[in-house]
C-alpha cells in the first residue's frame, strides 16, 4: 500500500465531500445563529439605521429548543434487549448485556462529564442529526504513550474508569456517507489546538512538528484545523498545513465506530440540506425570527425615544420665526423655545400593525415548533387537562425521541461488538447504581438488537403508567415481565421480578416469627407451645396457614430455589430485625 497516494486520494475525496455539504453547513450555521442568538448581518443592518436602535433579538427559538431538551433529558436513558426483538435462543444472556448497556453508558458519561443523551438530544432537535463516535479508551493509552507522562496518566485514569466512550460529535462538523448498507464513511473536521493534538496521538504528531523545523512548546497553544476521515478499511487523520498524515492505516475493524444518523428528515431528496429537517427549519427558511426580532426592535426603540424623552411637535410662532432646533443630551432631547412659541407631545404609542405582526409571528413560530403549554406554560385548566394537553402537544418530539434513543442503542451495540471481536473480559461498574458488570465475550451472542428508552418522565406519565400495567395485569392477557418491560420501561424485569419475590418472601417470613413471639408471650408460665395437639396457644386454628399464604405457590413447591431458599431467607434474617418487626 502506498501510504502517500492513499491520503491524497483520501484529502480529494473529504475536500469534495464538505464542498457538496456547503449549503448544509449553512443551514445548519443559521440553527445555531437563532439557538444561540447570535448577532447576524441582518441585526447589525438594523443596528446600522441609527444609533438610537434598540436591537431586541427574538427570545421564542431557544426556548422551544430548551423546552425540547428539558423534557427528553427528564430521565436516564435506559438500555434494554426486546425478547420480541431477539432470537429467543440468546436471551438467556440477555440480563447480563443490559447490564453491561446500561454501566457501559454510566461510565462513560463519567468520563465525559456530560450524560451523552443531554449532547445527542440537542444535535437531534437543532441539527437533525446524531453523530456518536464509540472510542476504545485502550486506544487512547496506546497512541498517548511516547508522549508527556502527564498525558500517559490521564489516559490510563480514563482506560480504568470506562472501557468504552461515547462521545456526541457536532453534526455540522461530520460528513457522513450512507449506501443501501449502512454508514459507508464518515469525515469530520474540527478546530483544536496542536496540544490537544500532541495529547491525544502522542509521538506520531511530536515527530511531525519536529520533522516540520518547529518546537512543540511553540506551537502547543496555536490553533490547527483536524482532519478525520473513516471507512470500512481505512482510518486516516491529518493536520491542516502538513503534508503528512498522522496516521493512514487499515484499522481492521469489521464496522465503523461511528454512528451517524437522521432523525426527521428523508433520503429521498438529492442536496444534503434537503434531507434535514430541523427543528426550527419552518423558522428559518419563513424568517419568522428576523420578523420578530424587527418588531420588538421597533417597540424598544420607540419606547427608548419616546419614553425617556417625549418628541416634540412645533405648533406655533411669531411671524417669519424659524422652527427651532432639537438638541440631544444622552437620551434626553431638549428645545430653547423663542417668545411666543408654542410645543406640545406627540403620542406615543406603538403602532397597531407592529403589535399586529408580532402576534402573528409569535403563533406561526409556536404552531411550527411546540407549543407553550407542553413546556410547562400556565393555563387555566385542571390538573388532568392539563397533563392531556402536555402529553398530546408532545407529537412533535417524538421522532427526535425515538431517533435518539435509536443512536444510542446503536452505539452502545457497536462497543458490546468490539468488545466480542476482542475476546476480552470486561469488568465495568455502574456509577448510576454502583453495580459491577462482568462479562466474557464468548456469551455475548452475535447479533443483538437493543432498544434505548428515552422517555419523557413527569409525575402524571409514570403515574398513567402504572394505572394501565396494573389493569393489563388484573386483565391477565400479558405476562408480568412484559408489562414491567414494555409499560413501565424498567430494564431487566427478570431481576425486578426475582427482586419483588425475595421482598415478599422475606415479610412473609417476618410474619410467622412475629406471630410465633406474640403466642408465646401470650402462654402461661409452664406451658409448652404446641403441647395442645400441635398448637400454639393464643392461634386460632388455621392461622399458621393464613401466613403462608404470604408465600407465592412456586416457592412452597420448590420453585425459585424451593424449601432451601426460604430456609436461606430466614436464616439471614438477624435476630433482632426479627424482634423489632
Avoid at 446503536?410 to 475476546?423: H, L, Q
Avoid at 413527569?458 to 402504572?466: R, S, T
Amino acid at each position: 500500500m502506498d501510504k502517500n497516494k492513499l491520503f491524497g486520494e483520501i484529502r480529494t475525496y473529504c475536500n469534495d465531500l464538505r464542498s457538496k455539504h456547503a449549503e448544509r453547513d449553512t443551514q445548519a450555521l443559521g440553527m445555531e445563529d437563532m439557538y444561540l442568538m447570535r448577532k447576524t448581518a441582518h441585526d447589525e443592518a438594523l443596528e446600522a439605521i441609527s444609533p438610537d436602535v434598540v436591537l431586541t433579538k427574538s427570545t421564542d427559538e431557544r426556548v422551544a429548543i430548551q423546552g425540547v431538551l428539558r423534557l427528553l433529558t427528564t430521565t436516564v436513558p435506559a438500555i434494554t434487549m426486546p425478547r420480541d426483538k431477539n432470537d429467543l435462543s440468546n436471551m438467556d444472556a440477555s440480563d447480563d448485556i443490559e447490564r453491561l448497556g446500561n454501566a457501559l453508558l454510566a461510565s462513560s458519561d463519567k468520563t465525559t462529564l456530560k450524560p451523552l443523551h443531554y449532547n445527542a438530544t440537542l444535535c437531534g432537535s437543532l441539527y437533525d442529526e446524531i453523530h456518536i463516535q464509540i472510542v476504545c479508551t485502550a486506544d487512547l493509552v496506546e497512541a498517548a504513550k511516547g508522549g508527556s507522562p502527564a498525558a500517559v496518566a490521564r489516559a490510563e485514569r480514563v482506560a480504568a474508569l470506562s472501557p468504552y466512550q461515547f462521545i456526541a460529535l457536532n453534526p455540522k462538523s461530520g460528513y457522513p456517507v450512507w449506501d443501501s448498507l449502512g454508514l459507508q464513511a464518515y469525515h469530520r473536521q474540527t478546530v483544536v489546538t496542536m496540544g490537544q493534538v500532541v495529547d491525544q496521538y502522542g509521538k506520531a504528531v511530536e515527530d511531525l512538528i519536529t520533522s516540520s523545523g518547529k518546537t512543540i512548546d511553540e506551537t502547543r497553544l496555536k490553533e490547527a484545523t483536524l482532519y478525520d476521515y473513516w471507512d470500512t478499511t481505512y482510518r486516516c487523520t491529518w493536520i491542516d498545513g502538513y503534508d503528512r498524515p498522522i496516521m493512514v492505516e487499515e484499522h481492521g475493524l469489521p464496522f465503523i465506530p461511528i454512528v451517524a444518523s437522521i432523525a426527521e428528515g428523508s433520503d429521498l431528496f438529492d442536496s444534503a440540506e434537503d434531507r434535514r429537517e430541523p427543528f426550527l427549519l419552518t423558522v428559518f427558511k419563513s424568517k419568522l425570527d428576523q420578523r420578530k426580532t424587527e418588531a420588538l426592535t421597533a417597540m424598544a426603540t420607540m419606547n427608548r425615544v419616546r419614553g425617556f424623552s417625549p418628541t416634540l411637535r412645533f405648533k406655533r410662532g411669531e411671524a417669519g420665526q424659524e422652527i427651532p432646533s432639537v438638541s440631544r443630551l444622552g437620551l434626553f432631547q431638549y428645545v430653547d423655545v423663542p417668545p411666543g412659541a408654542e410645543f406640545d407631545e406627540m403620542p406615543h404609542a406603538s403602532d397597531p400593525a407592529t403589535m399586529d405582526m408580532l402576534s402573528i409571528a409569535n403563533g406561526k413560530t409556536e404552531a411550527a415548533t411546540i407549543y407553550a403549554s407542553v413546556l410547562g406554560a400556565s393555563q387555566s385548566n385542571t390538573y388532568s387537562q392539563t397533563a392531556l394537553l402536555s402529553q398530546l402537544g408532545r407529537i412533535p418530539l417524538e421522532t427526535v425521541r425515538a431517533q435518539t434513543g435509536r443512536a444510542i442503542a446503536d452505539a452502545v451495540e457497536i462497543a458490546i461488538e468490539w468488545i466480542r471481536t476482542n475476546k476480552e473480559p470486561v469488568s465495568v461498574r455502574n456509577y448510576r447504581s454502583g453495580a459491577l458488570s462482568d462479562i466474557d465475550p464468548r456469551d455475548i451472542p452475535e447479533y443483538i438488537n437493543l432498544d434505548c428508552n428515552l422517555d419523557v418522565a413527569l409525575p402524571q406519565d409514570k403515574l398513567q403508567a402504572a394505572t394501565i400495567a396494573k389493569t393489563l395485569l388484573d386483565a391477565g392477557i400479558v405476562s408480568e415481565e412484559w408489562v414491567v418491560e414494555e409499560t413501565l420501561k424498567y430494564g431487566q424485569p427478570k431481576q425486578m421480578q426475582k427482586t419483588v419475590l425475595k421482598e415478599r418472601i422475606i415479610k412473609a417470613l417476618i410474619g410467622m416469627e412475629v406471630q410465633k413471639l406474640l403466642a408465646m408471650s401470650q402462654q402461661q408460665p409452664g406451658q409448652v407451645p404446641g403441647q395442645e395437639g400441635g398448637q400454639v396457644p393464643g392461634q386460632e386454628p388455621g392461622q399458621e396457614a393464613s401466613q403462608m399464604q404470604g408465600i407465592p405457590p412456586e416457592m412452597l413447591e420448590g420453585g425459585m430455589g424451593g424449601p432451601e431458599m426460604a430456609m436461606g431467607e430466614q436464616q439471614m434474617m438477624p435476630e433482632e430485625g426479627i424482634g423489632l418487626a
